[in-house]
């Protein structure tokens, strides 16, 4: 690693700065996913709830995923799609605190759950795996589809916001008007992300376990044909589950093909066809920040390393507001004055009404 990592960040873009107490990464990446940070940012974006839709999307190939839409108060300035982590839903603390951030800006939100992520383990058979892509893709193309809103933004959190990196490198070449992708501490190099949980605290790994393997009994519980031999779901570290369940249900020839098939580390997003937004932190305990000194950085994507923050955490204060909260709304309503695509909404049509847009947020969470 290069002594000039964590870089200088760009201009213009405000620094972390962690209320006293809150500097430890730990700690951050604690409560950025905790149920006390679910509830303040619920009570402090009421509205995203208020006005959700529940949706199923039909992804093209027999896969179907679900979400929620809420649409902007007045015209939107554009559509948010919001991608949670591995694990996380639709209703993680993350996902209520930005996309409430977003939605009082004036953005129409979709939060989309991946397969087998929030109650939604019935819609599919077959398990959930970080490398389907493809299906994630129909999504979106099915999103756009049924909601006419430009131009279209993608956000995402740890494993979300590598999909949205991989949604940002091949949505376009399949017609997707993607106008802009931004991923809060994503994974580059799954193997190597794979190998600093396992040296991390065992904490990190048996949240990880704990949730994984509840959720893939639940899922033999709901298509016992489909998983006759539950033996393997009692394996108990991360690597050797993994191997089981990329021998069992994908055909990658090793568990090193499988992750190396959803890496975007090194010169992977070198080939990105729409500008792109990173934002990480070099204290990250699951983000190996070597991934991050090493990753090539094109003309077209924004690498924004903080000193601190957590895993996708930012905590500002003690009422767990978050950098990300104020930083994506002023960052992303700047991407659509710089030139995104204009929005096509009308009177009567998704999104209508009002023509104003909320005014740009401060630097501080409301």
């Given at each position: ?31 950025a ?12 974006w ?22 929620a ?32 951030a ?30 389907r892509?493809d ?22 959190f740890?494993?979300g916001?590598?999909f ?7 949505g ?40 994984w ?23 108990r570290?991360?690597r ?9 249900y ?68 003690w ?27 009308k ?20």
């Amino acid at each position: 690693m290069n002594a000039a990592f964590p870089p200088p960040l760009p201009t213009g873009v405000p620094t972390f700065v962690p209320a006293p107490g809150m500097g430890n990464p730990h700690l951050q990446s604690l409560l950025a996913s905790s149920a006390l940070r679910r509830k303040r940012a619920l009570a402090r974006w009421p509205e995203l709830i208020a006005t959700a839709q529940t949706t199923l999307i039909d992804c093209g190939d027999g896969t179907r995923l679900e979400g929620a839409y809420s649409p902007a108060a007045g015209t939107p300035r554009g559509l948010i799609i919001l991608f949670h982590g591995w694990e996380g839903s639709i209703e993680s603390s993350y996902m209520y605190a930005s996309g409430g951030a977003l939605h009082a800006a004036g953005w129409s939100v979709f939060r989309l759950n991946f397969r087998d992520h929030g109650d939604s383990h019935h819609l599919n058979a077959e398990p959930f795996h970080s490398c389907r892509i493809d299906e994630v893709l129909g999504a979106v193309a099915e999103i756009l589809r049924q909601v006419p809103v430009r131009p279209v933004v993608l956000v995402g959190f740890s494993l979300g916001g590598n999909f949205a990196l991989r949604v940002a490198l091949h949505g376009p070449g399949r017609g997707l008007p993607i106008a802009h992708a931004c991923a809060v501490c994503p994974p580059l190099m799954p193997s190597r992300v794979m190998a600093q949980l396992e040296s991390s605290p065992f904490a990190y790994e048996a949240y990880f376990m704990r949730k994984w393997t509840a959720s893939l009994k639940r899922k033999a519980e709901l298509f016992p044909e489909h998983y006759p031999d539950r033996h393997w779901l009692k394996t108990r570290r991360l690597r050797a589950l993994t191997a089981q369940l990329v021998e069992r249900y994908t055909s990658y020839p090793s568990i090193e093909a499988y992750l190396d098939g959803y890496a975007v580390g090194g010169q992977r997003l070198l080939a990105l066809p729409v500008p792109a937004t990173i934002i990480a932190a070099a204290d990250d305990p699951v983000i190996p920040a070597r991934d991050l000194a090493e990753l090539a950085v094109p003309p077209q994507l924004t690498l924004i390393v903080h000193p601190r923050g957590g895993h996708c955490g930012f905590l500002e204060d003690w009422q767990l507001r978050s950098w990300p909260e104020h930083f994506l709304p002023a960052h992303l309503n700047a991407v659509v004055r710089q030139g995104a695509p204009e929005n096509p909404a009308k009177s009567g049509g998704v999104g209508a009404g009002n023509t104003r847009h909320p005014p740009d947020p401060g630097v501080r969470c409301p």
